[in-house]
């Protein structure tokens, strides 16, 4: 299973991702034929455990389905790791790598979620809108995130 079109990604941990998990979650990626790089270390506080930046509307179009699946599965499997050490996991971040749309993607959010999301087209939103799932509507939602 192979992504159809190359999808460049471009992947960032915080400090709180231990090298195997981040790993893990970069060959995850990797077996369907993701690009995958890592720019060096961010030296600012940050606020989110992975920032990935990557074509959006590739990922959440048909072309992209096993590039979706595959990020969709490094995140929850993250996720889950990060609960087992004992660690509360902070957001993990997907930013369009042409208009600096950002989805956020929060721990623990239901499989519906996930399936609203690839229904989502970044086109339809200004360049640099946040969309983040919204528990109580159950529905994907741009503006900031209410913590």
Do not use: C
């Amino acid at each position: 299973m192979h992504v159809h079109r190359e999808v460049k990604i471009e992947v960032t941990f915080s400090s709180d991702v231990g090298k195997d998990e981040q790993q893990i979650f970069s060959d995850r990626l990797k077996s369907v034929g993701m690009m995958v790089s890592e720019p060096p270390p961010a030296v600012r506080q940050i606020e989110w455990l992975v920032l990935a930046i990557l074509p959006l509307h590739t990922l959440l179009s048909k072309a992209g389905e096993d590039a979706y699946e595959a990020l969709k599965s490094a995140v929850k499997d993250l996720f889950e790791r990060m609960r087992n050490l004992s660690q509360e996991p902070s957001p993990v971040i997907l930013e369009d790598d042409q208009r600096e749309i950002t989805i956020t993607l929060e721990s623990g959010l239901p499989e519906e979620a996930y399936q609203q999301l690839r229904s989502i087209d970044p086109a339809m939103y200004a360049d640099g809108s946040n969309l983040h799932y919204e528990r109580e509507h159950n529905r994907w939602q741009q503006g900031a995130l209410e913590q």
